[in-house]
């Protein structure tokens, strides 16, 4: 089984962040909860990080389930919940873009001629 790829603490994301940009190590965890701070205040109105994605609230309806142990049916109530979604820009600098960064040849469109 392959191990899973470590996750940078606060701790590092601060150190490198103070690093790259050549401020004190205090300084840039500062940042970061204030950052955070900020991110908890505004997700109700959506909150975007420009390049990674936003922060949007989402209403749930109300849904029957099922409870797994017994089997029995139950109303799951609505509700509201926090959602991050990831941009596009974030998606294909992780993942690559979609189906190759290669144009097909000939496929521009052509002016329309008066």
């Known amino acids: 089984m392959a191990k899973a790829a470590k996750k940078m603490t606060k701790s590092q994301i601060a150190n490198t962040l103070a690093e790259k940009v ?25 909150f975007t990080l420009p390049g990674i994605g936003k922060l949007v609230l989402v209403n749930r309806k109300a849904r029957m389930g099922r409870n797994p142990a017994t089997g029995e049916a139950i109303k799951i109530p609505a509700k509201r919940v926090v959602r991050f979604r990831v941009s596009k820009a974030c998606k294909d600098a992780i993942l690559g873009a979609p189906g190759g960064a290669k144009k097909k040849a000939g496929t521009k469109k052509k002016a329309k001629k008066r």
């Open 22 to 46: 050549g401020v004190a190590k205090k300084e840039s965890k500062l940042y970061l909860e204030e950052l955070a701070n900020l991110a908890y205040k505004e997700a109700k109105n959506q």
